[in-house]
């Protein structure tokens, strides 16, 4: 099987792709999360538990069942010390809370820092493996940062930011038409 190339085209091909509804289609919703998550850590330096849901069913609603919703302010506090930790403990401090797996850990400090941290999604990692750019489909914390050095790879090659290579990524894996790997 040739190895698939990642270019500027692709990512723009694949990009706009993502907005299909049998695709992605989200758009909206992650663009109105991203600003309230903006305004929120902006004011109150934490989310409040409406916006950290529409997070997490934005990313994966069956995390919803699994967070200790009676003991929120956990993660608050938690998002708060978060703002103030070296780039390299964010991510293992969230994980370390009930129901914030690796997927939700990044999604919300994707949506706290945008231009900084991918989204790990395993369609996105199955493509990057693809493209030779991991070594395995597994992604954990201590990967992590791989799989980050990865798409900011990506956005030094292509021009393009985390969130438009993530969209391209994505839909390249899910459209059934002529996407799959």
């Known amino acids: 099987m040739k190895k698939l190339k990642i270019t500027k085209e692709f990512i723009q091909y694949w990009s706009s792709r993502y907005d299909k509804i049998y695709i992605g289609g989200d758009e909206a919703d992650y663009g109105l999360i991203k600003n309230k998550v903006k305004n929120e850590i902006s004011e109150n330096k934490t989310l409040s538990e409406e916006t950290f849901k529409d997070i997490i069913y934005w990313k994966s609603n069956r995390a919803i069942g699994k967070i200790d919703w009676d003991d929120f302010q956990l993660y608050q506090s938690a998002i708060r010390y978060v703002l103030e ?39 996105v990692t199955e493509v990057l493996y693809g493209a030779g750019f991991l070594s395995s489909q597994t992604i954990s914390k201590k990967t992590y940062r791989k799989y980050k050095a990865s798409i900011e790879e990506l956005v030094k090659q292509t021009g393009y930011d985390i969130r438009t290579i993530d969209r391209a990524l994505f839909s390249y894996h899910k459209d059934p038409n002529d996407g799959k790997l």
């Open 85 to 123: 930790l070296p780039d390299e403990l964010k991510l293992s401090l969230l994980c370390g809370l009930d129901g914030i797996g690796l997927p939700v850990g990044s999604t919300i400090l994707h949506f706290i820092y945008p231009e900084k941290y991918p989204i790990v999604d395993f369609r």
